[in-house]
């Protein structure tokens, strides 16, 4: 799907992002590998923020259970001390919604934030999480804060044992800002592979937080659970409007490369 595009992901979407997480698919380069590790680059004509991949050749989790834990909202509230604020916006239905999603980023820089369509999917052997970035009248950009856009990200967790689990993370994302492509490009790869040591780091504890903290909570698997309101499709559209893109916040004038790259290396 595309930036902008609301609607249930069907069978075929998520065909992509397997074909994407495919050890084999073409196009892509590996930049970086440490023990069972590998980051892969690709480039292609969506925009000049290069495409990333990081496989984890085998964590020491069950598949389900990172699935949970990458979906549970208060469960990321404990683990990930980047983000400022995260909610669910709206649900499409019992495997869609639309969020919102903000992270801190070093000073000078201004936070980010990002509005994404989620989409989920599992079966006996794998388990799928995507999003990209959407427009939803309710969530136009914020004073002070950057909107970031997702052109794709997405979450492949496929079981090679009880409890062993071949991670695979895709995203090529704008982070906005004066914050230039090249860098990003540069950084991503050394900045993501760390956040996902943290998050496996995280998914390894998630049973035990779990059995303590609402357990019988699980919206993504119990669609019966979901509070959240259904989709007004008046609160959504295709771009973004004059209003929304005219309100975007920016960097501080006085910002350089420089303190964007110390800064982001000394954070991680």
């Not at 004073?143 to 997702?150: E, H």
């Not at 259904?230 to 409007?241: E, G, K, M, P, T």
């Amino acid at each position: 799907m595309e930036v902008g595009e609301v609607r249930a992901a069907v069978r075929s979407d998520f065909d992509r992002l397997i074909s994407l997480a495919s050890s084999d698919s073409p196009g892509w380069m590996l930049s970086a590998k440490k023990s069972s590790c590998s980051v892969y680059t690709c480039t292609n004509e969506i925009c000049n923020f290069k495409m990333v991949k990081i496989i984890v050749d085998s964590v020491d989790v069950a598949a389900s259970t990172m699935y949970n834990a990458l979906h549970d909202a208060a469960y990321r509230r404990v683990w990930d001390k980047e983000m400022v604020e995260s909610r669910e916006v709206c649900v499409i239905d019992s495997n869609n919604d639309i969020g919102y999603y903000q992270v801190k980023t070093p000073s000078p820089m201004r936070n980010r934030d990002f509005v994404t369509q989620r989409s989920w999917r599992h079966d006996n052997s794998q388990y799928m999480i995507m999003n990209h970035s959407v427009y939803h009248k309710k969530e136009p950009p914020r004073k002070n804060i950057i909107r970031g856009t997702s052109y794709y990200t997405g979450y492949v967790m496929e079981v090679i044992g009880p409890q062993a689990t071949r991670f695979t993370y895709i995203s090529q994302s704008n982070p906005g800002g004066k914050i230039p492509a090249w860098l990003v490009n540069k950084l991503f790869t050394v900045v993501a592979p760390k956040v996902i040591q943290k998050m496996v780091k995280a998914c390894r504890v998630y049973e035990v937080w779990k059995k303590n903290n609402n357990p019988e909570y699980m919206p993504w698997l119990w669609p019966d659970q979901i509070c959240t309101n259904l989709i007004d499709w008046n609160d959504v559209s295709s771009s973004a409007n004059v209003e929304t893109t005219s309100s975007c916040s920016e960097e501080p004038e006085d910002i350089q490369v420089g303190d964007i790259t110390d800064d982001i290396i000394t954070d991680t």
